[in-house]
């Protein structure tokens, strides 16, 4: 095996685990539409996608170990003798079997889109809650604010497409743009300064990021109000 196809392997996992991330999304955003038709949190079939979401997201884990592990066992053998090469899927295997061995389901609940199911599904239910008449007034409210929120990237000055809240300052950027930002930062040994005109968080960092699916949806709907007129 080269160095050429491990790192094409590397390559197609990465992929894979965007299909996967995009797929989190789907099942989250039925979820919420089965709670926003009024199904409520007792539907069974809450319980099935979140269980859905737990599994990819025990999967995408798994790639990320993977990844981590091949990573670090090449650069291993690269300053090895090149016999030590012939090691390197057995290294691979072994350190990961151990590290899988290490963790526990309970440690799923902290993956970032099973945390953005589950606000999603909350918020949801907190909605759909309301009287006809509550429910009325808030179609108005969202209306309104749709129309006042800035659904634009302070990065890439275009419309976000996987918003993320900043828990520090409040602030939304396109999750690919400031993830992107902050690994450049890092890569100068500097600090992520908030890109939002005016704001104070000087240290942006990737543990702030909260994926906001409700704030998505609402771009979202705004898009479809948008084709609609």
Known sequence: MSFSAVNGTLSN????QADIGTGMDIVTDVAMDLVEAQDGEGNPGIK?????????????REINCFVDIVQQVTAEVTSQQPEAMFTLSARVKEQFTDRMAGLSDA????????????????????????????????????????SQVNFICPLTQEEMVNPVKNKKCNHHYDERAIRSMIKT?????????????GCGNTDVKESDLVLDQVFRRKIQARKRQ????
Do not use: Y
């Open 13 to 16: 996992l990465k992929d894979c």
């Open 48 to 60: 099935e996608m979140e269980a859905m979401i737990l599994e990819c997201a025990k999967l995408d």
């Open 107 to 146: 440690e799923l609940q902290n993956h970032q889109k099973v945390i953005a199911f589950k606000d999603s599904i909350r918020n949801s239910l907190s909605q759909a809650s309301q009287s006809a008449e509550n429910m009325e007034e808030l179609d108005e409210d969202i209306a309104v604010s749709q």
């Open 226 to 229: 948008t084709n609609k007129t």
């Open 185 to 197: 930062r890092h890569g100068q040994k500097k600090k992520c300064r908030c890109p939002v005109v």
